[in-house]
């Protein structure tokens, strides 16, 4: 019988292990969790007819595997998608929030109307927006053939302008990381993708988009942690193992030896879902330049989620932004119960404010009270006065969010070759191929199938 060892217990991790007991294979498995839950970063709090999201509280609908996941699991009626209707973000700016305008994906308008009718922007980046349409052919004659920035891919469509209110801010809540070295080509294929074909990339939303109405965003009635919780509950129990770290890998001849907390168990495989920075720091020993690659910047994140059981005015829509010298700590702001319906009771509200970059690094240090005063002093700035919450949920996720900087895809195509010439090891988790909770999953079933096959 293979004996395959999983290397912590996150997304990545539990969706290893949910395929391993769905394919009824002849397997001995071993899931190794430093902490004492299973998820990571995905959580969710219920309390009170509250549902906070620790981390992630949905997914990119275009992504497939998320979906498919979750109707395999019998949540099909569970699924819910964002409410688009009321679909406006904001961006703080001289301490005053702007409405970006209707139609905008990332950066690039759907609306050129509503760009011109739009506060956010100044005459010159209106004109950039305009300019854009005509300089298709040079703009496609122009394309690097190697990667760059996001920061250099975004400026030379539109100018520093919407880069720095738009582009940042929302990658920032994503990567938490700096456009000027985050690569576009493992950040926004699709966008390099559409230069290459359209030259324009407005001229290339109007054309993909062209009757397409589907929901931004997907999630669960209870929170994306139902996910995990599902899985969860298909895995044999004798497979987990909480509270046990692994300590070390090595390689020999007739597969991997693993050491941790309990002791030296021998494995035919290993799903490496770890953390990279401890993915890294265990692999070192077995491979110094596939250690190498994998060495990589990455943010952390603080989120308060604040319930609160009076309504009170806020602005129509999901939430701001906030771009860097604003003078602000926060990164972002979600007004959850205007995002996802069924988030809160009758009359109640929830925001969620999230902290990043410089400013998580500082507040990871912070305790919970502080924390969450802080969170509302920043909010109050822009929002006023909140009243007091009836639940407030904090939580620290540090070095969660990897950059994937300019080169990363060449980097992981090395990585990727080293990993398969050690045979019987897989690399799985935010890394390497994606970010998002559909990747993961995606990247865990594909690992799966060829431990199976």
């Given amino acids: 019988m293979k004996r395959i060892a999983i290397v912590g217990g996150g997304l990545a991790g539990v969706a290893a292990a949910y395929f391993l007991a769905r394919a009824k294979a002849e397997v001995e498995v071993v899931l190794y969790e430093a902490s004492g839950r299973l998820g990571g970063i995905v959580e969710t709090v219920r309390e009170g007819g509250f549902v906070v999201e620790c981390g992630p509280d949905g997914w990119v609908t275009e992504k497939p595997w998320a979906l498919e996941l979750a109707r395999e699991l019998g949540l099909g ?14 961006v703080r700016l001289d301490g005053r929030l702007e409405a970006m305008p209707d139609g905008m994906r990332m950066m690039v308008p759907g609306d050129m109307e509503a760009v011109e009718r739009s506060e956010l922007f100044s005459e010159g980046a209106k004109q950039a927006f305009r300019e854009e ?22 400026e030379r469509h539109f100018g520093r302008e919407v880069l720095e209110k738009v582009a940042g801010p929302l990658l920032s809540g994503v990567f938490g990381g700096d456009v000027g070295k985050l690569s576009v080509r493992a950040v926004m294929p699709a966008f390099v993708a559409m230069e290459r074909e359209f030259g324009s990339l407005i001229l290339a939303l109007k054309a993909k988009t062209r009757g397409e109405k589907r929901p931004i965003f997907t999630s669960l009635k209870g929170g994306v942690g139902m996910l995990v919780e599902r899985m969860v509950a298909e895995i044999p129990a004798g497979w987990v193992r909480l509270g046990e770290e692994v300590k070390q890998v090595e390689k020999v001849p007739c597969g991997w030896v693993l050491g941790s907390s309990s002791g030296t168990e021998h494995f035919d495989a290993v ?32 989120v308060v ?27 972002a702001c979600t007004f959850t119960d205007q995002k996802f319906a069924g988030r809160v009771p009758a009359g109640a509200r929830q925001v969620r404010a999230f902290f990043g970059a410089k400013a998580g690094e500082r507040l990871l240090a912070c305790g919970n009270d502080e924390i969450a005063s802080v969170a509302r002093l920043e909010l109050g700035r822009m929002l006023g006065r909140l009243p007091e919450p ?18 990363h895809l060449e980097r992981m195509a090395e990585l990727n070759g080293r990993v398969k010439a050690l045979e019987g090891i897989w690399l799985l988790g935010n890394g390497y191929r994606g970010v998002g909770l559909p990747d993961l999953i995606r990247d865990a079933q594909a690992a799966v199938g060829e431990i199976v096959r």
């Fill in 305 to 331: 989620g604040f319930c609160f059981a009076d309504g009170f005015d806020l602005p129509p829509g999901f939430g701001f932004l906030v771009p860097q010298g604003q003078g602000s700590l926060l990164l």
């Fill in 133 to 154: 349409i005509g300089r298709a052919e040079e703009l496609k004659a122009m394309a690097p053939e190697g990667d760059e920035s996001v920061g250099a891919f975004v």
């Fill in 271 to 302: 799903l490496m879902a770890a953390p990279v920075d401890v993915a890294r720091r265990l692999l070192e020993p077995v491979d110094r330049r596939a250690a190498q690659l994998m060495e990589m910047e990455a943010s952390s994140a603080v």
């Fill in 77 to 90: 009626e569970d699924v819910i998608w964002s409410l688009d209707e009321g679909r406006k973000t904001y």
């Fill in 390 to 407: 009836v639940l407030t949920v904090v939580r620290r996720w540090p070095r969660s969010l990897p950059q994937y900087a300019v080169g």
